[in-house]
């Protein structure tokens, strides 16, 4: 059950995301919105802090994976970051590893995303 | 002695966590370790979503009967019924996975479900009658 979906704006334009409990068909529409209402108003850099997540199912994987193309044709992306042993073994089985930018804390995401944006002058 | 318990619960997705609570509950008292345990929570509930989504639907209603049972050598088997459309899996699209691709277009993740299903079970057997609708059966082997 997915009670509640943390959302600040972290550093720069980043935004992090944080579900909570299991991503499950149940719950993922409203982590989904969330993605989406980001990606909508133009905040392409997300950190989805999966820290407190103890299980997505594949429609969590489905989900995040069209947000990240979602992302990254905007040209941000989607950074993972948080994610226990449990749920990073889900994304192996799956490939989802070499396919998503995962690190171990939100900073790292921020640092990741600040690497990547293209220079302001 | 085989042992055996069951849960039914409406056909709906608010009925995951309690699904998810009473296959986990079964699968640690049969003495399944925790790497077991997760992985038949997640076929599970897998299987449990395919049938609201696409047995059930948006239009029927129906519940969902599950029925744990585990036999004289400790092998876990989850039979999973439901009364919504037949449910054909030769018909879902097998998911594209390259586990080293970094390519993000050419990822097509139709048919995830059935694939965590396959893979974290020992066997799933897919059954419609008629009279009695559809009937998922997964096993799990007790590790030798």
Do not use: W
């Not at chain 2, 049938?51 to 004289?72: P, T």
Request: some cysteine.
């Amino acid at each position: 059950m997915n009670d509640r979906i943390a959302q600040a704006q972290v550093e720069g334009d980043a935004t992090r995301i944080a579900p909570a409990g299991r991503l499950d068909t149940f719950s993922v529409p409203a982590f989904e919105a969330a993605l989406n209402e980001n990606l909508d108003a133009g905040r392409s850099r997300l950190i989805v802090d999966l820290a407190d997540v103890t299980y997505v199912s594949s429609s969590g994987l489905r989900a995040l994976l069209s947000a990240r193309r979602r992302a990254r044709a905007a040209g941000g992306d989607v950074v993972l970051c948080g994610m226990a042993p449990r749920v990073r073994e889900i994304f192996e089985m799956v490939g989802f590893v070499s396919l998503f930018s995962i690190v171990p804390s939100v900073q790292d995401g921020v640092n990741l995303l600040r690497a990547d944006a293209p220079t302001r002058t | 002695m085989a042992t055996e318990r069951t849960l039914i619960v409406p056909g709906r997705f608010e009925s995951l966590a309690a699904i998810s609570d009473f296959i986990t509950q079964a699968a640690r008292d049969a003495g399944f370790g925790d790497d077991d345990v997760f992985h038949i929570q997640m076929a599970v509930d897998e299987a449990c979503s395919n049938v609201v989504e696409h047995a059930y639907g948006s239009d029927r209603r129906g519940d969902i009967n599950l029925r744990c049972r585990i036999d004289n050598g400790g092998d876990l088997q989850v039979e999973i019924r439901d009364r919504g459309r037949p449910f054909d899996p030769d018909q879902v699209p097998l998911p594209l996975i390259e586990p080293d691709s970094a390519d993000l277009d050419a990822m097509r993740v139709g048919g995830l479900g059935l694939f965590f299903m396959r893979k974290l079970m020992d066997e799933v057997t897919f059954e419609f009658d008629a009279e009695s609708g559809n009937c998922l059966i997964m096993v799990k082997r007790r590790p030798k």
